[in-house]
């Protein structure tokens, strides 16, 4: 009953949220964080009581069993991981989000969009994990054109009907893979045996819409006009929650499902993965704008996720789902403050900022901070991250990958370039009339809490890796 | 039939008492009421009227669900329409139709098929004339003459049939017939008269015009619940009358499908007016039950028939009824005039959007499961091109339902004071009614599943 309960509390929860406002303005962001930290310790019991492998807490509710639609809820190690991750975003988005305008129909939406979000990283069902999948679409749709920047309804509209065209493959590859496998549990699906060629068309269309969602190169260009349109924490959610659906599908519903046609594949999504890398980097390298920046940046760590992945080993699929996590941390920030920054200055251009140290000295430090962490800065998640990620890329592809450093390099040069012209040097001119103060304590407190977290979990990795390592290891053998 | 006697007596007993219209609403509902009654109680199996009608598992369903939208709409329609107009008359033919519809998904025979077929059109002819301006003139004018060549060809059709084997009974048909060209060719009017009403490419061109011409309120029953009539007839000519030409007519299906969805797709989105929007959006989900179709020689295609038919009769009902109410009380027709209407009209709109969404097929509303049936049928009958050029259909599809949720949230509102400012209650009990039930069928599948594997079972897979 927990999953099931962490998937409707927050969807029932959601109409109070609205209907209350008219009470009191206050009602609706109590209400989320409510029910934020009720995911909170809900997770922290699943992960207190996961015996440490296998998949647990199955929960399975009937509702078709010849067409095999019935609602099968599990978690392994990597849901918990994710699922550990949306409770904190949960956390975080609402206390980041607390002045923000029409609350009540705000919250409503965080509210509708987390039920979903749970379902898609504790469903073992694949009909209904898409069924999860393509829910979280709308409200995300109407937070970014309702509460976005100016160019919002652009980007809302392209967010939309971009994303819900991959998932079209998505269900087609579904609907193939169904008549083929007749069934959609996950349990029967693993190590399933499909002719080769049927098994391969059906690996591309899936591919296609987990990696719009990721987003891999070919297909990002949704996502840095919603980034950069959405208010800053529905960015948090975009980038630490939706793109993380993306990899997680990838992994658990390719990778895992088609370990062999994935080996057949693992060098294309090398290929669009270093891909990524590069393109997102020299993309960031080139961009004035800096929420723009941080989104290439976020590209570009999706692109080590996709290189781990394509590792197709152990410890490939561990750094990534490392990486997943340092990534969600680490970006989270770094949009939280370029959004300050734009609500500060009432720019987002690099070049009309500078010396913003002299004036916000604590908001700058956070975010010098999570830019180190970015960069890949020892002690912080971002350094485990690349260097497993790099490690295993080492071990699977040999010598070729030198040019991932390269690429680490790379997005050290943009990221310390941007911290030199926009956050120390002499305050600009423009900038010396604007009233710049710190942050009220309560915005202030999630960014700690990001920052508190990504050094945790960088100092004591093992915490980490413990929780879904014998996962790994046990869906490793599918590759031998 | 005791939906059209309630239906049909209920102008004379309003105009021989006075009744005030209130009391007209009352009184069909009973006579809805009473309907459901009958069809839930109906036997499974049995033929009425030495096989005229049939009662089976999908009649029961659909027939319910066409009752419950029928009366949905006519709770709607009473409280949206002006009252010095012939509310009582309007409301009276709505139940004929209804009734129409409820016996042309039984109809067993060719003959009872045809005058089922004609009891549902008849009184929207007049219906479709009701708000009396010059476009519904016009509109009623291009219905009769498209509903008068519809018929004609289906009558020609059916005497072919008649001439070979003297038999209107589907299942005297099926004994007698045999694979032969002049068949084929019965086949094809048969198809072309049931095309018009479904509105398929290339006798689509009626559709919009009139559902635009008309009162929105008539549209919805014309698009909803008379289509999914439709859809249901035709399902049972094609399995139970001539599955002899079944293979050969697979193609065509496809054929008109791709077409029709993709035209209807694609007009859609170059509309301004929220009615044509939804008018050519019928035409495309008229493209997707025919792919479907087009799958017929695998059994899920008559889950895919039968899934889209049933949600397709709440979703474009509830979503035309949306629109009526939003044209009644704001004046609202184009997209401009949507701009903002979810501020002025909070519940409303959030209501409409759900429907919506589910003509998008976004789960978990029933548009989303019934697309997953018509496709798996396409993919599972090896036509996985058609498949995917349904899917991309309706992603591109989303376009313009998105627009529309865009126009109502995102924009800022234009139109300042509603222009009839009726009481909200009565129009979104019904409306929440029909919205609930579009979740319920999205997520619980079985009655309608269960329900098409008996009708599967039965015409012989």
């Known amino acids: 009953m927990v999953l099931l309960s962490m998937i409707l509390i927050p969807v029932i929860v959601a109409p109070f949220a609205w209907f209350l406002e008219r009470v009191n303005r206050d009602i609706p962001k109590y209400l989320s964080l409510a029910v934020g930290i009720f995911l909170s310790i809900c997770t922290a019991y699943l992960i207190a009581k996961y015996p440490g492998n296998g998949f647990a807490f199955k929960e399975f509710y009937t509702i078709y069993p010849p067409f095999d639609f019935n609602l099968h809820l599990a978690v392994d190690g990597i849901s918990l991981l994710l699922l550990g991750v949306t409770a904190f975003l949960a956390v975080t988005v609402t206390l980041s989000s607390w002045h923000v305008e029409r609350p009540g129909a705000y919250f409503f939406l965080i509210l509708v969009f987390l039920g979903p979000m749970v379902g898609v990283f504790s469903s073992f069902n694949l009909l209904w994990f898409f069924i999860f999948w393509e829910f979280t679409l709308v409200p995300m ?16 509209m392209k967010f939309f009907i971009y994303t819900h065209l991959a998932s079209v493959f998505l269900l087609l590859g579904i609907i193939v893979l169904y008549l083929n496998a007749h069934t959609f549990e996950f349990e029967k699906l693993v190590g399933i045996n499909l002719d080769p060629g049927i098994a391969k068309l059906i690996w591309i269309l899936m591919f296609i819409g987990f990696a719009v969602k990721m987003p891999v190169v070919p297909f990002h260009t949704w996502l840095p006009d919603a980034h950069v349109q959405a208010p800053s924490p529905i960015s948090v959610f975009l980038a630490g929650l939706l793109l993380k659906m993306g990899a997680y599908g990838l992994l658990r519903w390719e990778i895992f499902v088609f370990p062999q046609v994935s080996k057949f594949f693992a060098p294309l999504m090398a290929t669009l993965a270093v891909l990524t890398i590069f393109y997102a980097g020299f993309r960031a390298l080139a961009e004035d704008h800096i ?68 004036r916000i000295p604590l908001l700058m430090t956070m975010f010098v901070i999570g830019v180190l962490a970015a960069v890949g800065l020892p002690g912080t998640a971002g350094f485990v991250g690349e260097f497993t990620v790099m490690l295993a890329a080492f071990d699977y592809w040999g ?82 | 039939m005791l939906l059209a006697l309630t ?67 006519m709770l709607v329609v009473y409280w949206i329409v002006q009252k010095d107009k012939f509310v ?49 003139i016009e509109a009623g004018v291009k219905y009769f003459f498209n509903g008068a060549l519809a018929v004609g060809f289906i009558l020609f059709g059916v005497s072919i049939l008649y001439g070979l084997t003297g038999e209107f009974t589907f299942r005297a048909l099926v004994e007698n017939l045999f694979s032969d060209p002049l068949v084929a060719l019965a086949g094809v009017f048969i198809l072309a008269g049931f095309g018009f009403k479904i509105t398929a490419f290339p006798f689509h061109f009626w559709g919009p015009d009139v559902y635009d011409g008309t009162c929105p309120g008539v549209a919805a029953l014309l698009t909803g619940i008379s289509k999914s009539a439709a859809f249901i ?136 499961i019934s697309k997953v049936f018509v496709f798996t049928a396409a993919v599972d009958a090896g036509m996985t091109w058609l498949a995917l050029l349904g899917l991309l259909n309706s992603a591109f599809s989303v376009a313009y339902y998105i627009w529309i949720a865009k126009q109502m949230y995102l924009e800022e509102p234009t139109i300042e004071k509603p222009i009839n400012d009726t009481s909200r209650v009565w129009v979104v009990i019904p409306l929440a009614v029909m919205a609930f039930i579009l979740i319920v069928l999205g997520i619980y599948i079985n009655p309608v599943v269960d329900a098409s594997l008996h009708y599967a079972a039965k015409v012989g897979f």
């Open chain 1, 141 to 156: 749709f109407f937070h970014i054109g309702i509460w976005g920047a100016e160019n919002r309804i652009y980007a809302a």
């Open chain 1, 399 to 480: 010598w070729i990958m030198i040019i991932v450093p390269l690429a680490s390099a790379l997005s050290a040069g943009f990221f310390m370039w941007m911290l030199q012209r926009a956050v120390f040097g002499p305050l600009k001119e423009s900038l010396k009339e604007l009233k710049l103060t710190e942050l009220p304590l309560i915005e202030n407190i999630p960014l700690a809490m990001y920052i508190a977290a990504f050094i945790f979990v960088g100092l004591i990795p093992s915490v980490v890796f413990n929780l879904y390592n014998p996962v790994v290891n046990t869906f490793a053998q599918l590759f031998k």
């Open chain 2, 7 to 73: 239906g049909a007596f209920l102008p004379v007993i309003n105009r021989l008492f006075r009744i005030s219209t209130l009391l007209g609403a009352v009184i069909s509902t009973f006579g809805y009421l009473l309907a459901l009654f009958f069809v839930l109680i109906s036997d499974q199996g049995r033929t009425i009227l030495n096989s005229f009608f049939t009662t089976d598992e999908v009649s029961r369903l659909i027939g319910v669900l066409i009752l419950v939208a029928s009366w949905m709409l």
């Open chain 1, 291 to 358: 929420k723009r920046m941080v989104a290439y940046s976020s590209i570009n760590h999706m692109g080590f996720v996709l290189l781990a992945l394509a590792s197709l080993t152990a410890a490939g699929i561990s750094a990534a789902v490392y990486e997943m996590l340092g990534h969600a941390l680490v970006i989270s920030l770094l949009f939280m403050v370029a959004g300050y920054i734009h609500h500060k200055t009432h720019t987002w251009y690099i070049s009309e900022l500078g010396g913003l140290m002299k």
């Open chain 2, 88 to 136: 009582n008359e309007l409301i009276g033919s709505v139940m004929i139709s209804t009734a129409g519809a409820l016996l042309l998904i039984c109809a067993n025979n060719f003959v009872s098929l045809t005058i089922a077929m004609e009891l549902m059109t008849m009184p929207t002819y007049l219906m479709v004339l009701f708000s009396f301006d010059e476009k519904s």
């Open chain 2, 233 to 368: 007839g035709l399902m049972r000519v094609v399995f139970e009358a001539i599955p002899v030409m079944a293979p050969h007519f697979s193609f065509i299906f496809a054929l008109i499908a791709a077409v029709t969805m993709t035209v209807g797709n694609l007009l859609a989105l170059a509309q301004k007016r929220v009615s044509r929007i939804l008018a050519y959006s019928s035409v495309a989900h008229a493209g997707y039950t025919l792919v479907a179709f087009a799958a017929l020689s695998v059994p899920v295609s008559i889950t895919g028939i039968l899934y889209h038919s049933a949600a397709y009769a709440f979703m474009k009902t509830a979503a035309f009824l949306s629109f009526a109410a939003l044209l009644y009380i704001w004046g609202a027709r184009t997209m401009d005039d949507y701009k903002g209407l979810g501020k002025r009209e909070p519940i409303l709109a959030a209501l409409f959007l759900i429907f919506l969404l589910s003509l998008a097929g976004v789960p978990p509303m029933a548009g989303f």
